[in-house]
């Protein structure tokens, strides 16, 4: 409970750009896959970005080219850079932490979600 905190997200205006941290300990961020997951009201969440613990990155293919996912291991964070944001991008904003290796095997993590809300 409460292993992973987002922040950053906000009301933005259209073409826009904004960052996502999630703050997470050193050992998820080590063996898990990070993620960030999006919900919009009425709608199924779906995966935005995710990256193994190995490296190897999958994009949803509506983001890709526009967001990016970045871990800084030096200081236990996860970022989602969102660049040319659109209305449809309005959605919470989750970030989560599965598939995880060794001694976490088994666990999953989630957060608790950021608004964010792009005006166009």
């Known amino acids: 409970q409460g292993q992973l905190v987002e922040s950053g997200g906000g009301l933005v205006s259209a073409g826009s750009s904004l960052r996502l941290t999630c703050a997470a300990p050193a050992d998820i961020i080590k063996l898990c896959t990070m993620g960030w997951h999006r919900q919009a009201p009425g709608k199924v969440r779906e995966m935005v970005v995710e990256?193994?613990?190995?490296?190897?990155?999958h994009y949803l293919p509506v983001v890709k080219g526009r967001f990016t996912i970045a871990k800084d291991k030096d200081n236990n964070k996860v970022y989602l850079q969102m660049n040319a944001l659109e209305s449809d991008d309005t959605a919470a904003y989750t970030c989560?932490?599965?598939?995880?290796?060794?001694?976490?095997?088994?666990?999953?993590?989630w957060g608790q979600g950021t608004q964010v809300t792009v005006s166009s």
């Open positions: 989560s932490a599965d598939r995880c290796t060794r001694n976490l095997r088994g666990r999953c993590y």
């Open positions: 990256e193994t613990n190995d490296g190897y990155t």
